[in-house]
C-alpha cells in the first residue's frame, strides 16, 4: 500500500525545510519498507500568487484526499497589503480538516543542554508536551476591523473542550501521567468555563494529576522551571505563544515540530516556526523542526511507529554530530543537514 502525502511548502524558508522534510521521509520509510508518494500544492503567499487565494480549492481537495499533509511555512512582507493574508489559508485548512488538537513536543536531549539560552541546570530534563486547542478560541470568533474601533471575540463550548482535554489526558497516560491546564481564569469567562470542563474530563482520568495554572505564571515557570510540566493543555492563543516561548527551553525555534489533528481525515504536520523572510532563499535554515514534523507525521499520520523512532534517532544522532545549522551556531546548509539526517536514517 502507498501513502499520499502532500506537500504544502508555502512561503519564506518553507520551501527549503519542506524539501528537507522529504529526503529524510524518504529515507526513514525506504527503510522501513513503506512506500510513500508526494504531491505538492500551492498554499499561503504561493496559493495567493498562484490562485488569487491563501487556500485554492484545489489544494483543499488535495488536502482531503491525501493520508498525511506536510506544511512549510506561509506569510511574508510580500503579502503584507494584499486583501488576503496567507495566514488565513492556514487558519481555513485547519478549520476545514477540523484539526481541533495540536501537539507541539519539547526535549531537551541529555548533553545537549547547552543549545538554549538558559543556564544548563534550568533546562536539564524538560521533556513536555503542549496540546494547544486549534480551532476555537480569538482565532475563529467574530472579528470586527476598524480604524476607529475593532474587535476580536473569544468563544469556547463546553464540547470544545472536552475534545481537547480528553487529548491531553490520554497523552499524559503514555508519558509521566501529569497535567497542567493553563488558562486565564482570574479574569476570563472563557478560562472558567475551561477550568470547569477540565475538572469534569479529570474525573475519568484519576490515574492523571491535573493542576491548573495562570497563563502569565505559566509563561515564567516554562523558562524558569521548565522540567515542572509534562503535559500543558491550553487554549488557542495561549499555546501560539507559550510554544515560541518553549522554543527557547530547546535552543532554537528552528528544532520544534507539530502535528495537528483531527477526529478523523489527514492531519497537518509543521514546524511551529514561521516563513523567516530574514533569512529565506540563503540555505541558512534550520530543518530540524521539519523534520521531526516529518517524524510526527509518520508516528500520527501513518501510524508507522518504527520509521519514526528512527528518523528521530537519525535526527538526534546529527545534532550530536554536528554540524550544526547557523541558529544553533554552527556552518552547515539547511539542505547539507538533511541529506546527513537522512544518511543516518538509511542506515540505522
Ligand atoms: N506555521 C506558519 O506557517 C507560521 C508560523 C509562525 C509565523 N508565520 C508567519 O511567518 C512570517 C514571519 O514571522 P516571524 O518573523 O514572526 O516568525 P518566524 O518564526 O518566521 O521567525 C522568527 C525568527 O526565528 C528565525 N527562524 C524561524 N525559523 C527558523 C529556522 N527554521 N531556522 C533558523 N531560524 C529560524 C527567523 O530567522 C527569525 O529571526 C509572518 O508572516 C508570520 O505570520 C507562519
Ligand atoms: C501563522 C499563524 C496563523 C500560526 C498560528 O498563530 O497558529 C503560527 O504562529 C503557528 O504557531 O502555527
Ligand atoms: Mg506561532
Known amino acids: 500500500m502507498t501513502a499520499h502525502i502532500l506537500l504544502l511548502p508555502g512561503d519564506g524558508i518553507g520551501p527549503e525545510v519542506t524539501a528537507a522534510a522529504r529526503v529524510c521521509l524518504e529515507?526513514?520509510?525506504?527503510r522501513a519498507g513503506l512506500s510513500l508518494s508526494f504531491d505538492e500544492a500551492p498554499f499561503g503567499g504561493a496559493g495567493i500568487d498562484a490562485c488569487g487565494s491563501p487556500l485554492p480549492e484545489e489544494t483543499l481537495q488535495k488536502a482531503r484526499a491525501s493520508d498525511a499533509v506536510f506544511l512549510g511555512a506561509v506569510g511574508g512582507p510580500a503579502w503584507d497589503s494584499a486583501p488576503q493574508r496567507p495566514e488565513a489559508g492556514l487558519l481555513g485548512l485547519r478549520k476545514a480538516l477540523g484539526l481541533f488538537?495540536?501537539?507541539?513536543?519539547?526535549?531537551?536531549?541529555?548533553?545537549?543542554?547547552?543549545?538554549?539560552?538558559?543556564?544548563?541546570?534550568?533546562?536539564?530534563?524538560?521533556?513536555?508536551?503542549?496540546?494547544?486547542?486549534?480551532?476555537?478560541?480569538?482565532?475563529?470568533?467574530?472579528?470586527?476591523?476598524?480604524?476607529?474601533?475593532?474587535s476580536d471575540s473569544c468563544v469556547y463550548t463546553a464540547e470544545e473542550v472536552t475534545r481537547i482535554a480528553r487529548v491531553a489526558f490520554e497523552a499524559a497516560r503514555g508519558r509521566s501521567g501529569r497535567v497542567t491546564s493553563v488558562d486565564k481564569a482570574n479574569v476570563l469567562a472563557t478560562s472558567r468555563l475551561w477550568r470547569a470542563?477540565?475538572?469534569?474530563?479529570?474525573?475519568?482520568?484519576?490515574?492523571?494529576?491535573?493542576d491548573h495554572q495562570l497563563v502569565d505564571s505559566a509563561a515564567m515557570a516554562l523558562v524558569t522551571n521548565p522540567a515542572r510540566f509534562d503535559v500543558i493543555l491550553t487554549e488557542n492563543l495561549?499555546?501560539?505563544?507559550?510554544?515560541?516561548e518553549a522554543a527557547v527551553i530547546a535552543g532554537s525555534i528552528g528544532l520544534l515540530g507539530s502535528a495537528s489533528l483531527g477526529a478523523d481525515g489527514p492531519g497537518l504536520f509543521e514546524p511551529i516556526h514561521g516563513s523567516a523572510p530574514d533569512i529565506a532563499g540563503q540555505d541558512k535554515a534550520n530543518p530540524a523542526g521539519?523534520?521531526?514534523?516529518?517524524?510526527?507525521?509518520?508516528?500520527?499520520g501513518l501510524k508507522q511507529a518504527e520509521a519514526a523512532d528512527r528518523l528521530e534517532a537519525a535526527l538526534e544522532a546529527q545534532l550530536r554530530a554536528g554540524p550544526l545549522t547557523a541558529d544553533l551556531g554552527g556552518d552547515s546548509g539547511c539542505a547539507a543537514f538533511a541529506e546527513k539526517v537522512a544518511a543516518h536514517a538509511a542506515q540505522a
Do not use: Q, W
Request: hydrophobic residues 50%; aromatic residues 6%.
Open 27 to 30: 529515507a526513514a520509510a525506504s
Open 101 to 150: 488538537a495540536n501537539l507541539r513536543p519539547v526535549k531537551v536531549m541529555a548533553g545537549l543542554e547547552d543549545f538554549s539560552p538558559l543556564r544548563p541546570e534550568r533546562v536539564r530534563g524538560a521533556d513536555l508536551l503542549i496540546v494547544r486547542e486549534l480551532t476555537g478560541g480569538l482565532y475563529f470568533g467574530a472579528r470586527e476591523e476598524g480604524r476607529e474601533r475593532a
Open 197 to 210: 470542563v477540565v475538572e469534569d474530563v479529570a474525573r475519568d482520568f484519576p490515574d492523571v494529576a491535573l
Open 238 to 244: 495561549f499555546g501560539d505563544i507559550l510554544s515560541d
Open 290 to 300: 521539519a523534520i521531526a514534523s516529518a517524524a510526527l507525521l509518520l508516528r500520527h
